[in-house]
């Protein structure tokens, strides 16, 4: 299984970034998928998730109302639209399948089974 995040970069606060993850080797339309960061010096945290048929998604409180995930499932790609980006969005950021995600896990990064390697988020002020 492979899950290849593309999208970062460097940005200015306010600026908008697209973040997308394809993956390869499972069957994606069976798995959820979920968005993950973690910022220099503190622990990876939830930002995203999407329910396998899009039923359910979840975001975390600092991001809700400027981050957008959904899911292409032909195209074996979840996004992570990011607009009215902040400093405090500097991040690599990771997207993570799994296949037992049920709603109150989806925030848990134990419950995701597979990796991606990162994509960085660089938002100057």
């Known amino acids: 299984v492979q899950l290849q995040a593309s999208g970062g970069g460097l940005v200015q606060a306010g600026d908008s970034l697209r973040l997308s993850c394809t993956a390869s080797?499972?069957?994606?339309?069976?798995?959820?998928m979920g968005w993950f960061r973690k910022a220099p010096g503190k622990e990876r945290e939830f930002v995203a998730g999407?329910?396998?048929?899009?039923?359910?998604?979840a975001y975390a409180e600092s991001v809700k109302g400027r981050f957008a995930i959904s899911r292409d499932n032909a195209k074996n790609t979840v996004n992570l639209q990011m607009n009215s980006l902040k400093p405090e969005d500097t991040a690599v950021y990771y997207c993570?399948?799994?296949?037992?995600?049920?709603?109150?896990?989806?925030?848990?990064?134990?419950?995701?089974?597979?990796w991606g390697q990162g994509t960085l988020v660089t938002v100057s002020s």
């Open positions: 080797g499972l069957t994606f339309r069976r798995y959820s």
């Open positions: 999407i329910k396998w048929d899009s039923g359910s998604i």
């Open positions: 993570a399948a799994g296949g037992r995600i049920i709603t109150s896990t989806m925030k848990r990064d134990q419950a995701y089974e597979y």
